[in-house]
C-alpha cells in the first residue's frame, strides 16, 4: 500500500497505562499510522542487567496494531540504565580535558568500550528475538543520533588500531601528519593519542582522523545491533541522523549501510531563517539518500529552538516546515514526541499533544495536516527534479573545524548554507553532490570553499567542465589534499586559469566594492588571470584593479572563480537568480509533475499561469500551501 508516514517518538513508559488507550484514539483522530518505540526506555526495558520487563511493550505494540498505528521499534542504546553505568565505570565518556563524565543524562557511554559494545548487542538481540513478527512493526530504529565521541584510553587504543589499518607503517602516518613539524614523529604507535586537550594548537590531520575514526567506530556499533536485528527479521533497519558540528558521523558514507536514510531536523532561527534551513537539511538528506526517498524522522511540532528561547510557530508553519521535507522526497513526516512530557529535562519540547491537551491550536493543526497527507500518497518513489548542485564534503567541514585558518571568519557550513539560501530565495531547487559524483545531469555545479579536495576529485570536475558543465568555483578552495598538507598553486589552478598569489582576508565588519558596483565581505585574493577572463575586478585598496570573478572556457563548458564571498544582491545579478516570492518544488514520476508551493510571506501571492500548472493564476494565502498535479 502506497502511503506517506506520519506520526512520531512515543514514550508509553513515561505515563499510567490509562493514557495509553486515550493516546491511540487521539493518534487515530490525528492521522497518524507509525510511531517509534523504546528510544529511550533502555532502564524500563532491562531494569537489572539480563532481566528483561516486556510486558508493558507487549500491551502498548498490541494497542497499537489494534488501533491501525504501525511501529518503528526502537533499540535503546543511547541512554544505558544506571546500573550499567555503576557496574561499567570504564564505559562513562572522557572529555577531551580529560574529564570522565558522570551518568546522569542521555549519551553517557563510549562506544570502544567492549562492556557497552556487548550490552547494547544483548539489548537488541532481546528485542529482535520477542518482537521480530509482531504485526505492528514496520521497521527497526537503531539507537539514537550517533554522534558521541569519547578520548578515554579505550578509545585512544581503538584509534591506533584504526590508524594502522589506514596507514600501514609509521612512515607514512608521519608523513600525512606532517609531523616533522614541533617535533611529532612517531617511533611507537603507542606513543600516539586522541586529540586531547593540549599546550596549543593540534595536529590538524590528527584531529581530522580523529573524527574519521569515530564515524566508522560508531558505524561498527550500528552495524553489530543490526546484525542483530536482521537475525530475525528482515524489515527495514535505520536509524536517525543527525547534523551538527559536533557530530563525526559521514552519512553519505553511512547512507549504504541503512535501508532507509532517516533524519532529525530542528531548525535554530525564528524568522525566514527556519524555512532556509528546512530546505537546506532537506535537500541534504535526499543527497545522502542519493536522490531515493528518506524519512523525516524526528522535528518539533510546536516551537522553533533559537538556544535562547522557544519561538511558537505561527499557524500554519507546522505544516509549511513538515511539507517542505515531502516536497523534497520525505516519506512523510514525523515529530518529537507524540505527547509532551510531564517532567525531564526536556519537559518543555513541543510535542503532537501538547501539555494543553488535544483541545489546542496545536493539536488541531497535528490533525489537519494528518488528513490531508493520504491526498499525497501517490508521490511516493516520484523523483525531485534539480539541475543544480552544490558540492558537500563533511571532511571538508571538518578539517576547517581543526586547522588554524587564515581567518576565524572563514567557515565552510556557512558558504555552503549561503549557495543553497540564494537558490531557494530564487525558487530554484538544488541537489547536494559528493565532489567526485557523476554531475552530468546539472546544468551547474557550484563548489563553495572546498578547502580539502583528492586528485580524483578534481579530476572529475574538470571532465564535467569539459563535457560542457557550467562550474563556479568559491574562494579558499582547492587548498590542501585529504592529508592536510597545502597545494600550491591549488587543485583548480589549470581548471579555472588563474593563480592566486596571496590571501587579503577581511575584517568581520570590512568589505570590498567590485568595479561593477557589486560588493564582497569576509574574504579577498589576490588573483592572477593566467587564462581566464576577467568577469570583475576589486576596486580600491591594495587589490584595486586586480582580478575579483574570472570565467574560463574549458572545452564544451566554463569555470568560473569567485574569490570573496559576494553578497547576496551581487551574486543574484552575476548569476541571474531572480527573487521567488513563493517556495516552488517540483517532483516527477513519468509524465506527472506535482509542484509544491509554498508562501512564508505575510501577503497572499498569486501565482500567475504558469502552463502546465494552472489555468489562470492560483492565489496561495499568506502562510498557506499548494500542490497542484499536471500530467
Same mark, same amino acid.
Given at each position: 500500500?502506497?502511503?506517506?508516514?506520519?506520526?512520531?517518538?512515543?514514550?508509553?513508559?513515561?505515563?499510567?497505562?490509562?493514557?495509553?488507550?486515550?493516546?491511540?484514539?487521539?493518534?487515530?483522530?490525528?492521522?497518524?499510522?507509525?510511531?517509534?518505540?523504546?528510544?529511550?526506555?533502555?532502564?524500563?526495558?532491562?531494569?537489572?542487567?539480563?532481566?528483561?520487563?516486556?510486558?508493558?511493550?507487549?500491551?502498548?505494540?498490541?494497542?497499537?496494531?489494534?488501533?491501525?498505528?504501525?511501529?518503528?521499534?526502537?533499540?535503546?542504546?543511547?541512554?544505558?540504565?544506571?546500573?550499567?553505568?555503576?557496574?561499567?565505570?570504564?564505559?562513562?565518556?572522557?572529555?577531551?580535558?580529560?574529564?570522565?563524565?558522570?551518568?546522569?543524562?542521555?549519551?553517557?557511554?563510549?562506544?570502544?568500550?567492549?562492556?557497552?559494545?556487548?550490552?547494547?548487542?544483548?539489548?537488541?538481540?532481546?528485542?529482535?528475538?520477542?518482537?521480530?513478527?509482531?504485526?505492528?512493526?514496520?521497521?527497526?530504529?537503531?539507537?539514537?543520533?550517533?554522534?558521541?565521541?569519547?578520548?578515554?584510553?579505550?578509545?585512544?587504543?581503538?584509534?591506533?588500531?584504526?590508524?594502522?589499518?589506514?596507514?600501514?607503517?609509521?612512515?607514512?602516518?608521519?608523513?600525512?601528519?606532517?609531523?616533522?613539524?614541533?617535533?611529532?614523529?612517531?617511533?611507537?604507535?603507542?606513543?600516539?593519542?586522541?586529540?586531547?586537550?593540549?599546550?596549543?594548537?593540534?595536529?590538524?590531520?590528527?584531529?581530522?582522523?580523529?573524527?574519521?575514526?569515530?564515524?566508522?567506530?560508531?558505524?561498527?556499533?550500528?552495524?553489530?545491533?543490526?546484525?542483530?536485528?536482521?537475525?530475525?527479521?528482515?524489515?527495514?533497519?535505520?536509524?536517525?541522523?543527525?547534523?551538527?558540528?559536533?557530530?563525526?558521523?559521514?552519512?553519505?558514507?553511512?547512507?549504504?549501510?541503512?535501508?532507509?536514510?532517516?533524519?532529525?531536523?530542528?531548525?535554530?532561527?525564528?524568522?525566514?531563517?527556519?524555512?532556509?534551513?528546512?530546505?537546506?537539511?532537506?535537500?541534504?538528506?535526499?543527497?545522502?539518500?542519493?536522490?531515493?526517498?528518506?524519512?523525516?524522522?524526528?522535528?518539533?511540532?510546536?516551537?522553533?529552538?533559537?538556544?535562547?528561547?522557544?519561538?511558537?510557530?505561527?499557524?500554519?508553519?507546522?505544516?509549511?516546515?513538515?511539507?517542505?521535507?515531502?516536497?523534497?522526497?520525505?516519506?512523510?513526516?514525523?515529530?518529537?514526541?507524540?505527547?509532551?512530557?510531564?517532567?525531564?529535562?526536556?519537559?518543555?519540547?513541543?510535542?503532537?499533544?501538547?501539555?494543553?491537551?488535544?483541545?489546542?491550536?496545536?493539536?488541531?493543526?497535528?490533525?489537519?495536516?494528518?488528513?490531508?497527507?493520504?491526498?499525497?500518497?501517490?508521490?511516493?518513489?516520484?523523483?525531485?527534479?534539480?539541475?543544480?548542485?552544490?558540492?558537500?564534503?563533511?571532511?571538508?567541514?571538518?578539517?576547517?573545524?581543526?586547522?588554524?585558518?587564515?581567518?576565524?571568519?572563514?567557515?565552510?557550513?556557512?558558504?555552503?548554507?549561503?549557495?543553497?539560501?540564494?537558490?531557494?530565495?530564487?525558487? =530554484?531547487?538544488?541537489?547536494? *553532490? !559528493?565532489?567526485?559524483? #557523476? &554531475? %552530468?545531469?546539472?546544468?551547474?555545479? $557550484? /563548489?563553495?570553499?572546498?578547502?580539502?579536495?583528492?586528485?580524483?576529485?578534481?579530476?572529475?570536475?574538470?571532465?564535467?567542465?569539459?563535457?560542457?558543465?557550467?562550474?563556479?568555483?568559491?574562494?579558499?578552495?582547492?587548498?590542501?589534499?585529504?592529508?592536510?598538507?597545502?597545494?600550491?598553486?591549488?587543485?583548480?589552478?589549470?581548471?579555472?586559469?588563474?593563480?592566486?598569489?596571496?590571501?587579503?582576508?577581511?575584517?568581520?565588519?570590512?568589505?570590498?566594492?567590485?568595479?561593477?558596483?557589486?560588493?564582497?565581505?569576509?574574504?579577498?585574493?589576490?588573483?592572477?588571470?593566467?587564462?581566464?577572463?576577467?568577469?570583475?575586478?576589486?576596486?580600491?585598496?591594495?587589490?584595486?584593479?586586480?582580478?575579483?570573478?574570472?570565467?574560463?572556457?574549458?572545452?564544451?563548458?566554463?569555470?568560473?572563480?569567485?574569490?570573496?564571498? =559576494?553578497?547576496?544582491?551581487? *551574486? !543574484?545579478?552575476?548569476? #541571474? &537568480? %531572480?527573487?521567488?516570492?513563493?517556495? $516552488? /518544488?517540483?517532483?516527477?514520476?513519468?509524465?506527472?509533475?506535482?509542484?509544491?508551493?509554498?508562501?512564508?510571506?505575510?501577503?497572499?501571492?498569486?501565482?500567475?499561469?504558469?502552463?502546465?500548472?494552472?489555468?489562470?493564476?492560483?492565489?496561495?494565502?499568506?502562510?498557506?500551501?499548494?500542490?497542484?498535479?499536471?500530467?
Amino acid at each position: 500500500m502506497t502511503r506517506l508516514w506520519y506520526g512520531g517518538d512515543y514514550n508509553p513508559e513515561q505515563w499510567d497505562p490509562a493514557v495509553w488507550k486515550e493516546d491511540v484514539d487521539l493518534m487515530r483522530q490525528a492521522g497518524v499510522n507509525l510511531v517509534t518505540v523504546g528510544v529511550f526506555s533502555w532502564s524500563t526495558l532491562e531494569p537489572s542487567p539480563g532481566q528483561y520487563n516486556f510486558t508493558w511493550l507487549d500491551q502498548v505494540l498490541d494497542q497499537l496494531y489494534d488501533g491501525g498505528v504501525s511501529v518503528d521499534l526502537a533499540t535503546p542504546t543511547a541512554s544505558p540504565p544506571p546500573w550499567f553505568s555503576r557496574l561499567h565505570p570504564e564505559a562513562l565518556p572522557v572529555t577531551a580535558d580529560g574529564v570522565r563524565l558522570t551518568h546522569g543524562s542521555r549519551d553517557t557511554y563510549c562506544a570502544c568500550a567492549p562492556a557497552y559494545r556487548g550490552a547494547a548487542r544483548g539489548i537488541a538481540r532481546a528485542l529482535a528475538e520477542r518482537y521480530h513478527d509482531h504485526p505492528a512493526l514496520a521497521m527497526w530504529h537503531v539507537h539514537n543520533e550517533y554522534g558521541t565521541v569519547c578520548h578515554c584510553s579505550l578509545a585512544a587504543a581503538r584509534f591506533r588500531e584504526w590508524l594502522q589499518e589506514r596507514y600501514g607503517t609509521l612512515d607514512r602516518l608521519n608523513e600525512a601528519w606532517t609531523t616533522a613539524f614541533w617535533s611529532q614523529g612517531y617511533a611507537e604507535w603507542t606513543d600516539i593519542e586522541p586529540p586531547r586537550k593540549t599546550q596549543y594548537l593540534v595536529n590538524p590531520t590528527q584531529y581530522l582522523d580523529f573524527r574519521r575514526f569515530w564515524s566508522d567506530e560508531l558505524l561498527a556499533a550500528y552495524l553489530e545491533q543490526k546484525t542483530e536485528l536482521r537475525k530475525a527479521s528482515a524489515l527495514p533497519v535505520t536509524t536517525n541522523f543527525v547534523f551538527g558540528n559536533w557530530v563525526p558521523v559521514n552519512h553519505a558514507r553511512w547512507a549504504a549501510e541503512v535501508d532507509v536514510v532517516a533524519i532529525d531536523h530542528y531548525p535554530d532561527q525564528a524568522g525566514i531563517g527556519a524555512e532556509e534551513q528546512t530546505a537546506f537539511g532537506a535537500d541534504l538528506a535526499r543527497g545522502w539518500a542519493g536522490g531515493k526517498p528518506w524519512l523525516l524522522m524526528e522535528q518539533a511540532a510546536g516551537t522553533l529552538n533559537t538556544g535562547h528561547r522557544l519561538h511558537a510557530k505561527e499557524p500554519g508553519r507546522m505544516a509549511r516546515h513538515s511539507l517542505s521535507h515531502v516536497a523534497r522526497g520525505s516519506q512523510g513526516a514525523l515529530f518529537f514526541q507524540w505527547r509532551a512530557s510531564r517532567g525531564g529535562a526536556e519537559m518543555f519540547h513541543s510535542a503532537m499533544v501538547p501539555h494543553a491537551g488535544p483541545d489546542s491550536r496545536m493539536f488541531r493543526e497535528i490533525a489537519k495536516l494528518g488528513s490531508e497527507l493520504p491526498h499525497l500518497a501517490e508521490i511516493a518513489g516520484s523523483n525531485v527534479e534539480a539541475d543544480v548542485a552544490i558540492l558537500w564534503d563533511v571532511e571538508c567541514w571538518w578539517a576547517m573545524q581543526g586547522t588554524h585558518l587564515p581567518s576565524s571568519s572563514l567557515d565552510y557550513l556557512a558558504a555552503v548554507r549561503s549557495a543553497h539560501r540564494r537558490f531557494w530565495h530564487a525558487g =530554484l531547487t538544488v541537489d547536494f *553532490a !559528493a565532489p567526485a559524483a #557523476d &554531475l %552530468s545531469s546539472y546544468r551547474l555545479v $557550484v /563548489v563553495p570553499s572546498l578547502y580539502l579536495i583528492s586528485d580524483e576529485a578534481a579530476a572529475a570536475l574538470a571532465a564535467y567542465v569539459d563535457s560542457g558543465g557550467q562550474l563556479v568555483v568559491g574562494y579558499f578552495s582547492g587548498i590542501v589534499d585529504p592529508d592536510l598538507r597545502i597545494r600550491y598553486p591549488g587543485a583548480f589552478t589549470e581548471l579555472l586559469g588563474v593563480r592566486v598569489e596571496e590571501f587579503h582576508p577581511l575584517p568581520e565588519d570590512g568589505e570590498v566594492v567590485l568595479s561593477s558596483g557589486g560588493r564582497g565581505r569576509l574574504w579577498s585574493e589576490h588573483v592572477h588571470a593566467v587564462s581566464a577572463e576577467v568577469v570583475d575586478r576589486y576596486a580600491g585598496g591594495v587589490l584595486d584593479g586586480e582580478p575579483a570573478i574570472t570565467r574560463h572556457q574549458v572545452g564544451a563548458g566554463s569555470a568560473w572563480y569567485v574569490s570573496t564571498e =559576494l553578497d547576496d544582491a551581487t *551574486a !543574484a545579478h552575476v548569476f #541571474d &537568480l %531572480s527573487a521567488s516570492p513563493v517556495e $516552488v /518544488v517540483r517532483r516527477r514520476s513519468g509524465d506527472t509533475t506535482w509542484t509544491f508551493l509554498f508562501n512564508h510571506g505575510d501577503a497572499e501571492f498569486a501565482v500567475p499561469d504558469a502552463g502546465e500548472l494552472v489555468a489562470g493564476e492560483l492565489p496561495v494565502p499568506a502562510g498557506g500551501y499548494a500542490v497542484v498535479r499536471s500530467t
